[in-house]
């Protein structure tokens, strides 16, 4: 069966936004509706990698071997824990490629080159990145055909929104991207009881004068249960909170009615 | 199942071996070299040359001639955008790269100039010619 591959960067030039989080359950509840999918953990912190339960020993090839071209994609991918769940995970070393992508000078288009053996064999790559404006973040950003921005329902979170937006348009103008934003996915928007708090209202409003109002997402709501869901390798549904993954599930829907994915 | 996928399932055993470097200390991080710390005059030399080495180097000047008609709204093109025609021409070839059908446009267009200015050429030396001669 041929398959037509999307790749999806999710993006946010800020720490603690919820890229990861989002990659982690996101790549899960993808690969639960049978998708066959693909994760690629593009930050040397190397969070998403650990999230999946994946541990990578230092003579095996990761991100980094396959920037440079070292290996072949197929040598850098791994199976998951998890059924159609791929990975190809990343440690520390990988910052050592944020030299080797400013040499190369097309550091912009390299991940996509390097992804392009996927189309075939996977429906859909989601890739995570670091929260510094770094060439590794040029890069992701010329892979990606779709971009989700989580941004956190504060103050800081609004300026991520604002300088990942920058970033992007500034590939776009050179013609090193031709990404589309999917959508802005506010994060730990916080609720007490029925009320919304304040700070989260009006961030989320704010981030509603940088993007069209239908591209802000159903948010992540503040709560324990996304750590714990993390650290147990567990679904928000195995946890007893399906609720919570209502972000997640109409994210699921945009891409089928975007056609982004086929449904 | 894709025989990718097949093959990635029963890989464990035959990936390549790989060495990676994972310390601080060898090569210098970009976080690092960012980090705004206090360095001897000495130190802050070494850490802008290692920044400068992580840049991409340029060739010596080389003089570019633009059409003139073109030069005008090229110019102001690029200074709209706080770039330079060199900066320019560089990030359309790297694009362009990507986009092979693009690029045969674009070389394609760049061919009928060559043209152009070798008939051009070949003009102004008969011309010199006719004058030397008469
Ligand atoms: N719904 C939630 N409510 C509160 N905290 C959360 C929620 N989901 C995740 N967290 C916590 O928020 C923190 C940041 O999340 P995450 O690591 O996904 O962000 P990130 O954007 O990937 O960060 P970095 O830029 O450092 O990679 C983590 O400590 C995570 O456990
Ligand atoms: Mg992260």
Request: charged share 20%; proline share 4%.
């Given at each position: 069966m041929s398959r037509e591959l999307t790749v999806i960067a999710c993006l946010s030039l800020a720490g603690g936004q919820g890229k990861t989080t989002f990659v982690t359950l996101m790549g899960k509840v993808l690969a639960a509706a049978g998708y066959t999918v693909l994760l690629v953990d593009g930050d040397p912190q190397s969070n998403l990698t650990t999230f999946l339960g994946h541990e990578v020993a230092a003579d095996e090839p990761t991100l980094l071997e396959l920037f440079k071209g070292n290996v072949e994609l197929e040598d850098a991918i791994y199976p998951t824990k998890i059924k159609n769940l791929y990975l190809i995970p990343s440690d520390d070393g990988l910052d050592n490629v944020q030299e080797y992508l400013s040499g190369s000078g097309v550091g912009a288009m390299l991940l996509k080159k390097r992804l392009a053996a996927a189309q075939g064999s996977f429906?859909?790559?989601?890739?995570?990145?670091?929260?510094?404006?770094?060439?590794?973040?040029?890069?992701?950003?010329?892979?990606?055909?779709?971009?989700?921005?989580?941004?956190?329902?504060?103050?800081?979170?609004?300026?991520?929104?604002?300088?990942?937006?920058?970033?992007?348009?500034?590939?776009?103008?050179?013609?090193?991207?031709?990404?589309?934003?999917?959508?802005?996915?506010?994060?730990?928007?916080?609720?007490?009881?029925?009320?919304?708090?304040?700070?989260?209202?009006?961030?989320?409003?704010?981030?509603?004068?940088?993007?069209e109002q239908a591209m802000i997402l159903p948010s992540i709501r503040e709560s324990e249960k996304f750590k714990q869901a993390i650290s147990r390798e567990q679904t928000l549904e195995e946890l007893g909170v399906p609720e919570l993954g209502y972000p997640f599930e109409m994210l699921l829907k945009r891409l089928e009615s975007k056609e982004v994915v086929a449904a | 199942m894709s025989e990718m996928l097949d093959r990635i399932g029963r890989r464990s055993s035959q990936r390549p071996k790989v060495s990676r470097d994972t310390s601080l200390t060898n090569g210098q991080s970009t976080e690092l070299a960012?980090?705004?710390?206090?360095?001897?005059?000495?130190?802050?030399?070494?850490?802008?040359?290692?920044?400068?080495?992580?840049?991409?180097?340029?060739?010596?000047?080389?003089?570019?001639?633009?059409?003139?008609?073109?030069?005008?709204?090229?110019?102001?093109?690029?200074?709209?955008?706080?770039?330079?025609?060199?900066?320019?021409?560089?990030?359309?070839?790297?694009?362009?790269?990507?986009?092979?059908?693009?690029?045969?446009q674009i070389v394609i267009e760049a061919q009928r100039r060559m043209e152009e200015r070798k008939q051009a050429g070949k003009l102004r030396r008969i011309l010199a010619q006719l004058n030397t001669n008469a």
């Open positions: 429906d859909i790559c989601l890739i995570d990145s670091p929260p510094q404006r770094s060439q590794i973040c040029k890069s992701v950003i010329g892979a990606a055909e779709q971009i989700i921005i989580p941004c956190e329902a504060t103050v800081k979170g609004f300026g991520s929104l604002v300088r990942t937006i920058d970033a992007i348009n500034e590939l776009k103008e050179v013609g090193a991207s031709s990404a589309e934003i999917l959508g802005v996915i506010p994060f730990r928007d916080k609720w007490v009881g029925s009320n919304q708090t304040k700070e989260s209202r009006d961030a989320i409003a704010a981030m509603a004068t940088v993007v | 960012a980090a705004p710390t206090r360095l001897s005059s000495t130190d802050a030399a070494a850490s802008i040359e290692a920044k400068l080495a992580a840049l991409p180097e340029v060739t010596s000047r080389r003089s570019v001639r633009i059409e003139k008609s073109l030069f005008e709204s090229l110019s102001t093109f690029c200074q709209q955008h706080g770039i330079t025609i060199e900066t320019f021409l560089e990030a359309s070839y790297i694009a362009s790269s990507a986009e092979p059908e693009l690029q045969s």
